[in-house]
């Protein structure tokens, strides 16, 4: 059983005495645990003195203020194409600009999307809603039920924080419902069972939540009653990591279930009888269920399966009947085709899949009780993606892009598609270039990854260089069109990286598990290999180059600081994890145990402390100026990270910039406006580290 942190007392439970020791130590050695009291007075008072230090040197940066015009000019853009969700007939958008800044719920027939119509019925005015409650509402999505999708439960996020309230909400009268399902604040996850009940995971009081913050209990609830006579149906145990509600449409009504994770990436997924009794579907723990086709369930699987006298290999997408008598592939990956993703309809099933990173979609159509596929035909070469699928008919709006080449929007009803619209270009590409090239790890892996830049940058020796990384929970880094790196970066002389390290899902599950817990060392020694290759092609210098990440990317960049201090010029470190001795015990922490190991776990933590950012910072090492970014909102990866990182740097005197957005949630930001902030802040810190000096007409 882990460690609790009880206010600023710790107990040690029935733990080995080695590791609850270990982890006395780090507290007693920790004299910042203070700034992990999220909305403590003097943890703020901390805060708002280094984001006025830091904000006066990045705001003075002569790119500043036509950066952050450009970011909001692209942000809040009435160019943009809105993506929508097709259902029930009707084309559904959530849409911010510079007027609708918390943004605007609507719809218009799909008729008249497909046609271009720009004339939109707003459903809900979230910046309206704000001002009459009182509450600094985001939007964080809607579950509308099936088959007319009229009813709709809404999720509004106080500030951008995971914890929000869900409401529901009826379109025809475009008001809440009186005396209708309402959830107070929490982490909570709910699924339709039809008009008058839901599955419901939330905060249910004292004991319904695992260690990581999470539902463990799910509860039936009926129209017309208290949530407290709500009738359980399932609990898991607190030291798993969730229990989430799911539901599904079989064309003629719901059906129940219930995602539990025992791990992050070990799952048992669950059946609920009308009877209110729980069956498991018959998968390896690591398994992902996709949804449900022409009675069949559609399965991801990230380890091999034996059903039936066949074997299926991880990485192949397969389809359950559901009765659970049989089985069959529909896809499988290899060496360099990943699955990506599935969405089904009521009758068939689309596949994203990625070959040596370029894009490729199939539907798949069961015929004679066997599933088929025929390529969706579009551009290859670049990344597609699958925007939104009808559940009902099966239509489905596909895009394709490239680095510098903006989203085309693509009408697909069968195998051919028809160009529907254009996303705009935000950024001159005219001379502008993307190379893929590859590194070599450390243990002789090929390590591939994107440069964009202008031809005259890269031919005219090294440049300002920003390298982008992430490496973690399967992830994928895509070489998409990034409109603000190419706008306030790209456009004005530098070069922008994409990495494809190890530790996301580019090359399947296996490509994920190569860096997990221990084996972590590889993901670093991946993104410090294309630091190296950058340079060794005259690409850029160690005096141009910058690297950027954030959330499981920031810490990325906190190890490649620690480890590398001699590669790089700046950093960019954004709501990152750095305390990797504590990060366990700090908001949804827990959860990711499977995927970093257990500090509490004697064979583990020698690694976390090998490479623990925070407690490796050295006092008499070299290092560069770094900026971290982080929200005191963000209630995933806690502040504290950043902080403690920062005032420990402090303390041995090293330079360091830091800018807390005082709400935003994990995405650092909780509308348009502070969006585009912190990307001006972002480059303008790149551009005063790494020299650019590309400023025309600023």
């Given at each position: ?7 600023a ?10 590791s609850?020791?270990?982890d006395?130590d ?5 004299p ?7 909305e403590?007075e ?16 990045l ?11 450009e ?10 194409v ?11 958008n959530?849409?911010q ?10 719809r218009?027939?799909q008729?008249?999307?497909l046609e271009g119509a ?9 910046d309206?809603?704000a ?12 579950q509308c039920?099936?088959?007319d ?7 509004l ?8 309230v ?16 309402e959830l ?5 996850s709910?699924?339709w069972?039809g ?7 939330t ?7 695992t ?9 039936v609830?009926?129209?017309g009653?208290?949530?407290?006579e709500?009738?359980?149906?399932n609990?898991v145990p ?18 129940g ?5 025992e791990?992050f ?10 009877e ?6 018959p ?7 996709s949804g ?7 399965i991801e ?6 059903f ?7 990485g192949?997408?397969?389809?359950l009947?559901?009765d659970?008598?049989?089985a ?5 990956g ?11 309809s ?18 798949f ?9 025929r390529?969706i035909?579009?551009?290859?070469g670049?990344v ?15 895009t394709?892009e ?21 996303s ?8 502008m ?5 590859e ?9 591939p ?8 940058t890269?031919?005219?020796?090294p440049?300002?260089t920003?390298?982008?990384?992430y490496?973690g929970?399967?992830?994928s ?10 706008k ?7 070069v922008?990286?994409n ?5 996301g ?6 490509w ?21 290759d950058?340079i060794?092609r ?14 499981n ?16 010029k ?8 750095l ?6 015990k700090?908001l949804a922490?827990?959860?990711w ?6 500090p509490?776990?004697?064979?583990e933590?020698p690694?976390?402390?090998?490479i623990?950012p925070?407690?490796?910072l ?9 900026f ?8 995933r ?15 041995y005197?090293?330079?360091f ?23 001006a802040?972002?480059?303008?810190y790149?551009?005063?580290?790494l ?8």
């Open positions: 059983m882990k460690n609790l942190l009880l206010g007392a710790f107990a040690a439970l029935s733990i080995g005495a080695a609850a020791q270990s006395v780090v507290m007693k050695n920790d910042y645990l203070w700034l992990e009291e999220v403590g003097r943890a703020l008072d901390w805060v708002r003195s280094q984001n006025e230090r830091s904000l006066a040197v705001e003075a940066h002569p790119a500043y203020d036509a950066m952050l015009a970011a909001n000019a692209i942000l809040t853009s009435d160019d943009r809105p993506s929508v969700a097709l259902r029930g007939g009707y084309a559904y959530f849409w600009d510079k007027d609708a800044v918390r943004g605007l719920w609507r218009m027939s008729e008249d999307y720009q004339e939109w019925e707003t459903l809900l005015d979230l309206a809603l001002e009459e409650e009182g509450e600094n509402w985001v939007y964080a999505g809607s039920l099936a088959p999708y009229t009813r709709c439960l809404l999720t996020s106080r500030g951008g924080s995971d914890a929000a869900v409401r529901e909400y009826d379109i025809e009268s475009k008001s809440f419902v009186e005396g209708g399902f107070p604040e929490a982490k909570s709910v699924a069972l008009q008058d009940r839901l599955l419901v995971g905060d249910f009081g004292e004991g319904s939540l260690a990581s913050g999470y539902p463990r209990i799910t509860k609830w009926q129209r009653t208290p949530l407290s709500a009738k359980q149906v609990e607190a030291e798993d990591i969730w229990a989430y509600p799911i539901s599904y449409w079989d064309g003629e009504r719901y059906k279930g219930i995602f539990h994770g791990t990436y070990d799952y048992n997924w669950l059946l609920l009888s009308d209110g009794e729980v069956s498991r579907l998968l390896p723990k690591k398994a992902s269920l449900f086709a022409d009675g069949d369930f559609i699987l990230k380890e091999p399966l034996e039936g006298g066949e074997t299926y290999k991880t192949a997408l397969i389809a009947s559901e659970m008598e049989k069959q592939l529909i896809a499988e290899t060496d360099k085709i990943a699955i990506q993703g599935a969405a089904t009521k009758s068939d099933v689309v596949v994203s899949m990625l070959d040596d990173i370029e894009g490729r979609m199939v539907r159509e069961k015929r004679r009780g066997k599933w088929r596929g390529d035909r579009l551009p290859e670049g597609v993606g699958l925007r939104t699928m009808d559940p009902e008919t099966g239509t489905v709006i596909a394709y490239n680095p510098i080449q903006p989203d085309t929007f693509y009408l697909v009803k069968d195998r051919k598609p028809e160009e529907i619209r254009q705009p270009a935000f950024f001159d590409a005219d001379g270039v993307v190379k893929r090239y590194a070599t790890s450390s243990d002789g892996t090929k390590i990854y994107t440069v964009i830049a202008k031809e005259e890269l031919k005219s020796g440049a300002p920003v390298q982008y990384g490496g929970f399967e992830i880094i895509l070489p998409t069109y990034g409109a603000t790196a190419g306030l970066w790209v456009e004005r002389g530098g922008y990286v990495t494809n390290i190890r530790g899902g580019e090359y399947g599950p296996a994920h598990q190569a860096g997990l817990k221990g084996k972590r060392q590889l993901i670093y020694d991946d993104f410090q290999a294309i630091s190296e950058l060794e005259g690409i850029t210098t160690k005096e141009q180059l910058g690297i950027l990440g954030g959330s990317g920031g810490l990325l960049m906190g190890v490649s600081m620690t480890q590398r201090p001699d590669l790089y700046g950093i960019g470190i954004g709501v990152p994890l305390d990797m001795l504590r990060y366990d700090l922490g827990a959860s145990v499977g995927e970093y190991g257990d509490d776990n004697p064979e933590r690694f976390l402390e090998k623990s925070y407690q490796n050295a006092e008499d090492a070299d290092y560069p100026r770094p971290f970014f982080t929200s005191t909102k963000d209630d990866v806690h502040p504290g990270h950043a902080r403690k990182m920062a005032r420990l740097m402090e303390e005197g090293h330079e910039l830091y800018y807390e957005n005082i709400e935003g949630g994990h995405g650092a930001a909780a509308n348009l406006d502070q969006a585009a902030r912190r990307l802040l972002q480059y303008a790149f551009a005063g580290e020299g650019l000096i590309g400023y025309e007409g600023e």
